[in-house]
C-alpha cells in the first residue's frame, strides 16, 4: 500500500475514534478556525409552538450567553461581549451558527428552551451539551538545506517548518526515498504557540545519511492529531551529479584559498635559502688576496723561463745563498 494512502487511512480513523467516542454525554461538533460552527438545539417541537411563546437561548460552559431569542425577538443586550455579533439562529432546525470560530471556542455548550406559561417560564427542552471541537490546518511543510555534507561525512542537514495549526501536532518526519528504498526519521520537534491566536508554529531539524552514489528524493511529513490527511512537502531532490559538481566546487574554492598561503611560504623559504649562501661565499678582500697571490706566482715562474732562455741563471747553491742574504 502506498505510503500517502497508509497515512490518510491512520487518520481518518483517528478521527472517526474521536467523534464517537464518550457521544452518550455529548454531542461533538467540529469547526475550523476563523470559520462556521454549527451547535444545534435537538429541540423537535412536536406540538409545533409558536416562537412567540419561546424563550431560546445558548450558553457555553461558563455559563456566557452566545444568543437569546425572547418571544420571538433577540435580546443582544444579555450576550456576553466576546459573542456579541457573532452568532446567527436558523430557524427551520434549531441551530445556533457561531461565526468566526476563535481556538478559545472550545468546549461544552447548551441549548435551553422555556416555554411562557401562566406561572411563569416552564422548561420544555432538556439541555444536551454539544462539545465544539475546533482545528486549525497547519501549512504546508517546506524542507530546506541548512548545510551540506561534510568532508568526513555524507550527512546532510534538513530542517522543516510549518505554521498556524491546532491543536499541538504528534509528530514531524522525515522521509529519504531512492529507487530501492523508503526510510522514515523522527524529527525533534520545536513547538511555539501564539498567545493571542492560541495556534501553533512548529519546526525540526535532522541530519540524514545521503549516499552519494543515489538519486534521493526527501520530504519532511507532519503528522496532526485529528485533520484527515496528514502533510508532507514537496520533495528536495538530490542527484549524485549535481552533488559531486558543488564538491568539486567546494574543493575549488578551497584550493583557490589556499594558493596565496602556499606562494608566500614558497617565496619565504626561498630568501632564505639565498641568505645563507651568501654567508658562506668568501668576502671582497679575500678574493683580492687570492688575486695577487696567483699573479706574483705567474710573475716569478715567467722570470724564471726568461732567465733560463738567456743563460743568465745562477747555480742553484749561489742563487739560494744570494736568496738568503
Known amino acids: 500500500m502506498d505510503f ?17 467516542s464518550d457521544a452518550v454525554s455529548a454531542i461533538k461538533c467540529l469547526a475550523y478556525f476563523s470559520e462556521t460552527a454549527d451547535l444545534p438545539c435537538h429541540f423537535i417541537n412536536p406540538q409545533n409552538i409558536s416562537l412567540d411563546e419561546l424563550v431560546v437561548f445558548w450558553q457555553d460552559q461558563h455559563n456566557r450567553v452566545l444568543y437569546e431569542l425572547y418571544k420571538g425577538k433577540e435580546k443582544p443586550e444579555n450576550v456576553h461581549p466576546m459573542y456579541k455579533g457573532r452568532t446567527s439562529l436558523d430557524q427551520d432546525n434549531w441551530t445556533l451558527r457561531l461565526h468566526n470560530v476563535q481556538i478559545k471556542d472550545r468546549g461544552s455548550y447548551q441549548c435551553y428552551v422555556h416555554r411562557q406559561g401562566p406561572n411563569g417560564l416552564v422548561s420544555i427542552h432538556q439541555k444536551i451539551d454539544n462539545y465544539l471541537l475546533v482545528l486549525a490546518n497547519f501549512s504546508q511543510p517546506e524542507i530546506s538545506l541548512i548545510s551540506n555534507r561534510t568532508e568526513n561525512s555524507d550527512n546532510i542537514n534538513f530542517t522543516c517548518a510549518s505554521t498556524k495549526g491546532y491543536p499541538e501536532p504528534k509528530k514531524m518526519s522525515f522521509v529519504l526515498k531512492t529507487e530501492n528504498s523508503t526510510n522514515e526519521y523522527d524529527a525533534l520537534m520545536n513547538i511555539f504557540q501564539d498567545n493571542i491566536t492560541e495556534l501553533y508554529n512548529v519546526s525540526g531539524s535532522l541530519s540524514l545519511p545521503v549516499s552519494p552514489e543515489a538519486n534521493v528524493s526527501i520530504f519532511c511529513v507532519l503528522q496532526p492529531t485529528l485533520t484527515q490527511t496528514w502533510l508532507r512537502s514537496q520533495p528536495y531532490n538530490i542527484d549524485a551529479k549535481s552533488r559531486n559538481t558543488r564538491q568539486l566546487f567546494t574543493d575549488h574554492g578551497i584550493l583557490i584559498t589556499t594558493l596565496p598561503v602556499l606562494f608566500i611560504v614558497c617565496v619565504t623559504v626561498v630568501s632564505l635559502i639565498v641568505k645563507k649562501r651568501k654567508k658562506k661565499q668568501p668576502g671582497p678582500s679575500h678574493e683580492c688576496d687570492l688575486v695577487t697571490v696567483m699573479r706574483s706566482k705567474e710573475t716569478s715562474s715567467s722570470f724564471r723561463d726568461k732567465e733560463h732562455k738567456d743563460g743568465t741563471h745562477e747555480p742553484f747553491g749561489v742563487h739560494s745563498h744570494s736568496h738568503h742574504i
Open 4 to 20: 500517502q494512502c497508509i497515512m490518510e487511512l491512520r487518520s481518518i480513523l483517528f478521527v472517526i475514534f474521536i467523534f464517537f
